[in-house]
Nanobody, 123 residues
Framework: QVQLVESGGGLAQPGDSLRLSCLASGATFSRYTMAWFRQAPGKEREFVAVISWSSAYAFYQDSVKGRFTISRDSAKSTVYLQMSSLKPEDTAVYYC????????????????WGQGTQVTVSS
């Protein structure tokens, strides 16, 4: 079992930066592939970024490439999502997820989820 707790969301203006954190507990963090998803009102949950257990591999949704960076710190059992050049369309609840397997962009592939943190980008 893995418990995930996100933090770092909030209100930002277009062009601002935010860093989301996801603290994992309850299992060996380093064995899990970690990902960020987001869900805007009235829309399905969508993939944002994924990082392999070793940090050797990261993959992003096209709309966030060059603006968002996923990273992980095994010593702190934490995965991060650094978001820059934020846009209003980035507004959503952001979820951290974990799976004991290779990278995947489908929410159904992930076994463990956090409760989500709201990110609102508005002027």
């Amino acid at each position: 079992q893995v418990q995930l707790v996100e933090s770092g969301g909030g209100l930002a203006q277009p062009g601002d930066s935010l860093r989301l954190s996801c603290l994992a507990s309850g299992a060996t963090f380093s064995r899990y592939t970690m990902a960020w998803f987001r869900q805007a009102p009235g829309k399905e949950r969508e993939f944002v970024a994924v990082i392999s257990w070793s940090s050797a591999y990261a993959f992003y949704q096209d709309s966030v490439k060059g603006r968002f960076t996923i990273s992980r710190d095994s010593a702190k059992s934490t995965v991060y999502l650094q978001m820059s050049s934020l846009k209003p369309e980035d507004t959503a609840v952001y979820y951290c997820a974990a799976r004991d397997g290779n990278r995947d962009v489908s929410p159904a592939a992930y076994d463990y989820w956090g409760q989500g943190t709201q990110v609102t980008v508005s002027s």
